[in-house]
């Protein structure tokens, strides 16, 4: 008679149990607090390069992700080559939200030279991402790629530097020149003029421009060349002059690109 099978044992699968989460490669850096201290300075050198490589390599992602959309967008009438649209309060011309093109891609699909140069060279390489700017001047370029990330970085700003209280920080993106027209129309700037019976010297007549730093005015929802006055106060060839800002045009509203 064959012997009798013994059944296989059964284990229940643990529950609850979550994937350890992946130390980033900057955590295996130990800086020595005792010993030489060259061999102090280069573990800390060298734990601020690889954070910056993290860093430089999540920009670059976001720079080819933005330039996908945009070349699959070039010549859309929705967003004008943007890939995205934004939009933002009409008080405060602070940005609300930022959402993709509706309308169809005008191009199906695009070669990897094409991303690869859009991502990497040119003045519109970070067209389509976002940056944040805190009022305490803190001020981070657009590397985000929507506006989820962009506050997440802000929030890591206030948690920082601030105690996690929020201090009136903003987000704010860099687009075409084409989308910033569409979406901002700015008028026609006012010519200026010359002042000849001011009655102040030309240094006076300069100090009356009271500028703001331009994270700050970027996250008060004002104009970052003149901070919101419209007008700037200049002195040249012993002429004073009351030049209207170039940027906003004399409206003293944020332009949609401010980076």
Known sequence: MPP????AR???????????????PASRVKVPRSGPLHA????????????????????????????????????CPTCKGNGQIYTKDKKTGAFT???????????QRVSK????KASR?????????????????????????????????????????????????????????????AADPQPEAMPSKVVTDSGMTDDQWIKQNKFMPVGKAIA?????????HGKIHAAFGNEQLLVVCPECKGSGEPATVAA
């Open 4 to 7: 009798k099978r013994k059944p």
């Open 121 to 181: 060279f040119g003045a519109d390489k970070s067209t389509g991402l976002l940056g944040w700017a805190c009022p305490c001047g803190k001020k981070e370029k657009p590397r985000y790629r929507d506006a989820k990330a962009a506050t997440a970085g802000l929030r890591t700003h206030e948690r920082q530097k601030h105690g996690g209280n929020s201090v009136g920080g903003a987000w704010y993106a860099q687009a075409n020149e084409a989308a910033k027209q």
């Open 220 to 228: 008060a929802g004002r104009c970052w060349k003149c901070s919101g």
């Open 40 to 75: 102090q300075i280069g573990a800390r050198m060298v734990l601020f390069a690889v954070s910056k490589l993290d860093q430089h390599d999540d920009t670059v992602l976001s720079r080819k992700n933005a330039a996908i959309l945009k070349l699959t967008h070039e010549g």
């Open 97 to 107: 939200g930022a959402k993709r093109c509706p309308a169809k891609p005008t191009k």
């Open 113 to 116: 030279w094409a991303v690869y």
């Open 10 to 24: 059964r284990t229940t699968a643990a529950k609850g149990r979550k994937p350890a989460a992946r130390k980033h």
